[in-house]
């Protein structure tokens, strides 16, 4: 079990790390296609400035008509920056949305991804363990959502169970026998402690089958909770 998890934590790790990267990526590549796009974007004031060096380079053209031309290219080349001011704000604007469909499309993926490989554990396994809750004073256990009634001797045994994997611990029959009975390991049986276990996994077994298997419908009878298109007999 400690292998099982060190080794999902560092499957998450690389994952997350993975996805960092494709993130950092994706928004490198977007800021690049932007750079080089504004750079080969021509100037606003070019053509003012080309109209302009025209008429200095060419002292012969002068007269009202000459000056009338100049003011119409003049309104013209200001329309032109005008309109390429605002073709590179809905550039920059397009460049952020797809920046954020990018990115939003790589964390679902990865979503989808990790989802799909959960659920194919979860199949694998039948029933995954998420959180576990054990009353003493109730004489019951709490598996996921769904509760189960044991006896004081079973809830002893998971109790112990529990706590020696929250210290990452493997006990033996004899040592579970021994920290219920208060007594010594060595004074203890193995084949007690084993009992205790039996007993144990056949009253949360039974009470787990008939929960997700076997159900009892009052004055009716027993069905089993599972879909027709589910069941295969060979």
């Not at 993975?18 to 490198?28: D, E, H, Q, R």
């Not at 189960?148 to 001797?153: D, G, V, Y």
């Given at each position: 079990m400690p292998d099982n998890s060190s080794s999902a934590t560092e499957t998450l790790r690389r994952g997350s790390r993975v996805l960092g990267f494709g993130l950092a990526a994706i928004v490198l590549l977007l800021l690049g296609a932007a750079v080089l796009l504004f750079l080969s974007l021509p100037d606003a004031n070019a053509f003012n400035a080309r109209v302009e060096r025209i008429f200095i380079e060419n002292d012969a053209l002068i007269g009202p008509e000459v000056i009338r031309l100049l003011e119409i290219l003049a309104q013209s080349g200001t329309a032109f920056a005008d309109v390429l001011t605002s073709y590179r704000i809905i550039i920059f604007v397009l460049l952020v949305f797809a920046?954020?469909?990018?990115?939003?499309?790589?964390v679902f993926l990865v979503v989808i991804l990790g989802l799909n490989r959960r659920m194919s554990e979860i199949q694998r396994q039948g029933i995954e363990v998420s959180s576990l809750l054990i009353s003493r004073a109730e004489n019951a256990v709490v598996l996921n959502d769904m509760t189960?009634?044991?006896?004081?001797?079973?809830?002893?045994?998971l109790a112990v169970l529990a706590e020696a994997r929250m210290d990452d611990e493997v006990m033996t029959g004899a040592?579970?026998?021994?920290?219920i009975s208060g007594r010594d390991a060595a004074d203890c049986d193995e084949a007690a402690g084993a009992t205790r276990i039996k007993r144990l996994r056949d009253a949360l077994g039974n009470q787990l089958v008939s929960e997700l298997l076997v159900k009892n419908i009052a004055r009716k009878g027993y069905v089993l909770s599972v879909g027709k298109d589910t069941i295969r007999m060979i």
């Amino acid at each position: 079990m400690p292998d099982n998890s060190s080794s999902a934590t560092e499957t998450l790790r690389r994952g997350s790390r993975v996805l960092g990267f494709g993130l950092a990526a994706i928004v490198l590549l977007l800021l690049g296609a932007a750079v080089l796009l504004f750079l080969s974007l021509p100037d606003a004031n070019a053509f003012n400035a080309r109209v302009e060096r025209i008429f200095i380079e060419n002292d012969a053209l002068i007269g009202p008509e000459v000056i009338r031309l100049l003011e119409i290219l003049a309104q013209s080349g200001t329309a032109f920056a005008d309109v390429l001011t605002s073709y590179r704000i809905i550039i920059f604007v397009l460049l952020v949305f797809a920046a954020a469909l990018l990115i939003a499309a790589l964390v679902f993926l990865v979503v989808i991804l990790g989802l799909n490989r959960r659920m194919s554990e979860i199949q694998r396994q039948g029933i995954e363990v998420s959180s576990l809750l054990i009353s003493r004073a109730e004489n019951a256990v709490v598996l996921n959502d769904m509760t189960f009634k044991l006896t004081e001797a079973a809830i002893e045994t998971l109790a112990v169970l529990a706590e020696a994997r929250m210290d990452d611990e493997v006990m033996t029959g004899a040592q579970i026998e021994a920290v219920i009975s208060g007594r010594d390991a060595a004074d203890c049986d193995e084949a007690a402690g084993a009992t205790r276990i039996k007993r144990l996994r056949d009253a949360l077994g039974n009470q787990l089958v008939s929960e997700l298997l076997v159900k009892n419908i009052a004055r009716k009878g027993y069905v089993l909770s599972v879909g027709k298109d589910t069941i295969r007999m060979i």
